[in-house]
T-cell receptor, first 113, second 119 residues
Framework: DSGVTQTPKHLITATGQRVTLRCSPR?????VYWYQQSLDQGLQFLIQ???????AKGNILERFSAQQFPDLHSELNLSSLELGDSALYFC????????????FGEGSRLTVL | AQKITQTQPGMFVQEKEAVTLDCTYD???????LFWYKQPSSGEMIFLIY??????QNATEGRYSLNFQKARKSANLVISASQLGDSAMYFC????????????????FGKGTKLSVIP
């Protein structure tokens, strides 16, 4: 158990819909990262928050947005969903960029029909 | 150019044997970190081992060791005494700009190697 909690574990929805994925980082970790894993693109970095502020942005679509709340949990919002958004979405956390470990949650598997 | 290259889509190893999973990387940043993660069929990403670019010795964690050859830009994972539970996808990843102070921790992942351990 990495200590990073993601909900829901599985989600099935239809094209055009909007979903919210939730992540609670490990206790004490200030940074939250979102990654998308799909068959064709592999693991792609989406976005990072550090202590409530956006710190780095990767290949995140404009239809997607995220935020980190004062209690450090984070939400990833995916809207106007398309079939190609079906993927495993990981949240990860770390306490410091100087450490070697990035702790991943178990992922949220999104299926868009 | 690919930043992380894992040339072995799939590997087989006999139980109790050692296996090496290849990873080459491309960066011009002098300060970087290399990671290996394991992803079993259940989906979670499990951290295995880390090597910093300035580390003098190769990293080891139990049955896992990292064969770091800086000049060749390779960071191969060696698993000794393979177990059936080692069957999984293995991902090599890199983080650049370790000393930039920007606080980012973006990892770039390779495509992965699927390891199957045969009884």
């Amino acid at each position: 158990d990495s200590g990073v909690t993601q909900t829901p574990k599985h989600l099935i929805t239809a094209t055009g819909q909007r979903v919210t994925l939730r992540c609670s980082p490990r206790s004490g970790d200030l940074s939250v990262y979102w990654y998308q894993q799909s068959l064709d693109q592999g693991l792609q970095f989406l976005i990072q928050y550090y202590n409530g502020e956006e710190r780095a942005k990767g290949n995140i679509l404009e239809r997607f947005s995220a935020q980190q709340f004062p209690d450090l949990h984070s939400e990833l919002n995916l809207s106007s969903l398309e079939l190609g958004d079906s993927a495993l979405y990981f949240c990860a956390s770390s306490v410091s960029p100087e450490t070697g470990e990035l702790f991943f949650g178990e992922g949220s598997r999104l299926t868009v029909l | 150019a690919q930043k992380i290259t894992q040339t072995q889509p799939g590997m087989f190893v006999q139980e109790k044997e050692a296996v090496t999973l290849d990873c080459t990387y491309d960066t011009s940043d002098p300060s970087y970190g290399l990671f290996w993660y394991k992803q079993p069929s259940s989906g979670e990403m499990i951290f295995l081992i880390y090597q910093g670019s300035y580390d003098q010795q190769n990293a080891t964690e139990g049955r896992y060791s990292l064969n770091f050859q800086k000049a060749r830009k390779s960071a191969n994972l060696v698993i000794s005494a393979s177990q059936l539970g080692d069957s999984a996808m293995y991902f090599c990843a890199m983080r650049e700009g370790l000393r930039s102070g920007a606080g980012s921790y973006q990892l770039t992942f390779g495509k992965g190697t699927k390891l199957s351990v045969i009884p």
